[in-house]
């Protein structure tokens, strides 16, 4: 069945440091996967895409077929990146991880 | 401006009312979906469709139904509202002709409280 994982539910990580952010998928088929992400108080919004190949806000993801991993990283942390992400697989629909709660610490 | 509506945005009810989500977009999508979110939490789909006179429940069973008469518009109904409905709806619509960038577009969400 497809899934997607995110086994972190919360990840905390002083400003300046790196960060990534684990994604895993289950996907019989080239997968279409991308990151959302939810700042406080605003809409769950699209971050990046893999098919894009971008970079965004500093946040790259690389789609790693033998891992089956989709992992999201920054190399230096700022504080307004504090946010919840969302791992996302494209079936016939999106589907959802469970979503990581990023905390950059002072 | 092409944007996705909920209304309302805060809603406090009492045990046994009927209530309607509504959710409209202007972005000429196709699929829309109605997912389910207590804050900071994961999303669970509880509806989707694909057009209009399509619906399909989704990975969570819900009490709640919907209906799509209208390309733009998808409104969400629970006949007799009880606490365990309390929570936060999110509306989103993609465009299905662009499968390969499918990009889900999320409206501001309605918070529901049941008392």
Known sequence: AQRVTQPEK????????????????????????????????????????????????????????????????????????????????????????????????? | EADIYQTPRYLVIGTGKKITLECSQTMGHDKMYWYQQDPGMELHLIHYSYGVNSTEKGDLSSESTVSRIRTEHFPLTLESARPSHTSQYLCASSDAQRERYNEQFFGPGTRLTVL
């Not at chain 1, 790693?64 to 942390?77: C, D, I, Q, V």
């Not at chain 1, 969302?86 to 950059?104: S, V």
């Open chain 1, 10 to 106: 919360l990840l905390s990580v002083f400003k300046g440091a790196p960060v990534e952010l684990k994604c895993n998928y289950s996907y019989s088929g080239s997968p279409e996967l991308f990151w959302y992400v939810q700042y406080s108080r605003q809409r769950l919004q699209l971050l990046l895409r893999h098919i894009s190949r971008e970079s965004i806000k500093g946040f790259t993801a690389d789609l790693n077929k033998g891992e089956t991993s989709f992992h999201l990283k920054k190399p230096f942390a700022q504080e307004e990146d504090s946010a919840m992400y969302y791992c996302a697989l494209l079936d016939d629909k999106i589907i959802f991880g469970k979503g990581t709660r990023l905390h950059i610490l002072p």
